[in-house]
Each structure stands twice: as structure tokens, then as C-alpha cells.
């Protein structure tokens, strides 16, 4: 792949949808990590439930239901890890054939393109999913840390260190579901750059929808509703 080509390349509305793209991506994920105080993003309120669950762990007697939950949630952090992976593969398979490149460039655009810009549209989506893959790994880490925190809780709601432990429990549950949360942001935007296959106005349509849909879904959605018919203490 090479650098100078692609750079010399690229036009003024590519560089500027690769920014819009990229930009959306930084913006909404600060924006659901850090919303503003009125209106809190659904990972946000999650958070509350998350340490709620894990005070009402202490007294349950019988934590079976609890290490279901954890063990559904590791499930999911292992099949998008591996859809991304699989997905990097065959990315990188197809990136490395010039021959199947080009006859997949000539199947959507009726103009010439350098095969370098065209491994250069599907290292972005690469990159994207290897981000998510890298979420989703450290996500499914962490679960898995919470449940040896949570068998270290003392059934016993009376032991001084029950609920700090719960406490710690909740934590990492918190940022476990942050990353995995945060690989799904990316696995979004790995969809979204794929529109850079039809130009870089399509680039900015898709990356466009993909901003409304994550920003929807943390802001506008009917869970959110739900969420917040309960009492709600930020944190």
C-alpha cells in the first residue's frame, strides 16, 4: 500500500468526509461517556442498575441466577469478538488481492480508481473492527474478573466486606460494559465507512446515519424511557 499514491488521491470531499466520519465517531463517544447533567445517556443510567444489582447480590441466598447473567454477558463479548475477527480477516484476504479488488471496485463505481485508494477505503473498516475486537476482548476480561469479585462476596449481608466487595464488583462491571459498549460504537462505524465504497458522498450520508442511530440510542430511545421511570441516582 502506498502512501504517497493515496494521499495524492484523495480529494478535498474525501478528506473532509474521513474527518466527519472519524470526528462523529471521538464526539459521540464522549458525548455517551460524559452526556450533560439533564439528559443522561442510557449507558449512563445503566450504571445505577449495575450497582444496584450488586447490592441486591449480597443478600440473595441463591446467586445461580447472578452467575447466569454474568456467564450470557462473557457470551456476548465472545461472539462479537470473534465476528470481528473474522470480519479482519477477510478484510485483510480481500486488501491483498489486487486482482478480486479490482473486480469488486469495477462491480460499484463506473470510474477508474488506483487500487491503493481502494485498500485504503477497507483499512479504515479494519481499523475500526480492530478496535472493536480490542473492546471486546478487555470487555470479556473484565467480566470475567467480576465474577471471581462477585464469588468472593460473603453471603453474609452482616460481614463488614460484603458490600465493599460488591461495591468493587459493580465497578468492574461498569467498565467491563463501558468497553463492550464502546466496541459496539465501533462496530457501528466500521458499517458506516463502508459508504466510502461508493464515493465520499455516500461516506458522508452513512456516517451520517450512523451518528443519528448510536446518538438515538443512547438519548432518544424508548429504553431510555423505561429507564428513567425509576428513581435515577447518577453516579
Not at 465497578?171 to 461508493?198: C, D, K, P, T
Request: glycine fraction near 8%; include cysteine.
Amino acid at each position: 500500500m502506498n502512501l504517497p499514491t493515496i494521499f495524492a488521491a484523495l480529494t478535498g470531499l474525501d478528506i473532509a468526509a474521513l474527518i466527519f466520519l472519524i470526528g462523529g465517531w471521538l464526539l459521540v463517544g464522549y458525548l455517551v461517556e460524559h452526556p450533560p447533567q439533564s439528559r443522561p445517556s442510557v449507558s449512563l443510567l445503566m450504571r445505577h442498575f449495575r450497582r444496584e444489582w450488586m447490592r441486591t447480590f449480597v443478600t440473595r441466598e441463591v446467586r445461580i441466577f447472578d452467575a447466569s447473567i454474568i456467564d450470557s454477558l462473557r457470551q456476548g463479548t465472545s461472539f462479537f469478538a470473534s465476528a470481528c475477527l473474522i470480519a479482519i480477516g477477510g478484510g485483510i484476504a480481500l486488501a491483498g488481492n489486487p486482482e478480486q479488488l479490482q473486480g469488486l471496485a469495477s462491480g460499484l463505481v463506473h470510474i477508474s480508481v488506483p487500487i491503493a485508494i481502494w485498500q485504503a477505503k477497507i483499512l479504515l473498516v479494519i481499523l475500526f473492527l480492530t478496535n472493536a475486537l480490542l473492546k471486546f476482548v478487555w470487555s470479556n476480561r473484565l467480566f470475567g474478573y467480576c465474577a471471581i469479585l462477585m464469588a468472593a462476596v460473603p453471603n453474609d449481608a452482616n460481614n463488614p466486606s460484603a458490600f465493599p466487595r460488591a461495591e468493587q464488583a459493580a465497578e468492574i462491571n461498569i467498565s467491563a460494559a463501558r468497553n463492550f459498549n464502546q466496541g459496539l460504537s465501533a462496530v457501528y462505524f466500521a458499517l458506516g465507512a463502508m459508504g466510502w465504497f461508493l464515493g465520499a458522498g455516500a461516506l458522508f450520508v452513512s456516517a451520517a446515519i450512523t451518528i443519528y442511530v448510536v446518538a438515538r440510542r443512547e438519548f432518544a430511545s424508548k429504553s431510555r424511557k423505561v429507564l428513567l421511570r425509576h428513581d435515577f441516582i447518577q453516579g
